[in-house]
């Protein structure tokens, strides 16, 4: 009985140090912001953000446009043109969101570069959010894919 006791104990205690919460920190612009995780670098180039873990086995790209014409009956072709994409625009799924945004989301692997893409789009009126993870296909998996996931739907618009 003292044995199992141990054991499941040790069991125990393994799991819950793996399964502590990683320390977070906010990126916030005027329009949106996103939590990741403390240790990932963020590059701001005015429009355009990268997330991205020091691995740099993927990244998390944010673009934001503002006075965008982009008709809605155009979005989806916007978002397969972006991957060159042959899918039917039903792989996109779209959806009315918080604040009157209408949200898609389309997820595509390039079999030549061996990347996963997962994309939402935001868009109300003329303004657009752009937002997409990639990540190499060995890295998409386990800890990178729960955090590159967890980083990607903390992404929140403010206005």
């Given at each position: 009985m003292?044995?199992?006791t141990?054991?499941l104990f040790i069991?125990l205690?393994?799991?819950?140090?793996?399964?502590?919460?990683?320390?977070?920190?906010?990126h916030?612009?005027?329009?949106y912001?996103?939590?990741?995780p403390?240790?990932w670098?963020?590059?701001?180039n005015?429009?355009?953000?990268?997330?991205f873990?020091d691995?740099?086995?993927g990244?998390?790209t944010i673009?934001?446009y503002?006075?965008?014409?982009?008709?809605?009956t155009e979005?989806k072709?916007?978002?397969?043109a972006?991957?060159?994409?042959?899918?039917?625009?039903?792989?996109?799924?779209?959806?009315?969101?918080?604040?009157?945004?209408?949200?898609?989301?389309y997820?595509?692997?390039?079999?030549?570069?061996?990347?996963?893409?997962?994309?939402?789009?935001?868009?109300?009126?003329k303004d657009?959010?752009l937002?997409?993870?990639?990540?190499?296909?060995?890295?998409?998996?386990?800890n990178?894919?729960k955090?590159f996931?967890?980083?990607?739907d903390s992404?929140?618009?403010?206005?």
């Open positions: 003292m044995k199992k141990a054991l069991f205690s393994g799991y819950f140090s793996f399964a502590q919460k990683t320390t977070t920190k906010v916030d612009s005027p329009n912001s996103i939590t990741l403390d240790v670098k963020v590059m701001d005015e429009n355009i953000v990268n997330i873990p691995s740099q086995v990244a998390i673009s934001e503002h006075d965008l014409e982009l008709p809605k979005t072709k916007f978002i397969l972006l991957y060159k994409s042959s899918d039917e625009e039903n792989k996109i799924k779209s959806k009315s969101s918080k604040k009157g945004y209408t949200e898609y989301n997820e595509y692997f390039d079999e030549k570069e061996k990347l996963f893409w997962i994309t939402k789009v935001f868009q109300k009126e657009l959010y937002i997409t993870i990639n990540c190499g296909q060995k890295y998409w998996n386990g990178y894919m955090l996931n967890e980083t990607f992404f929140k618009i403010k206005k």
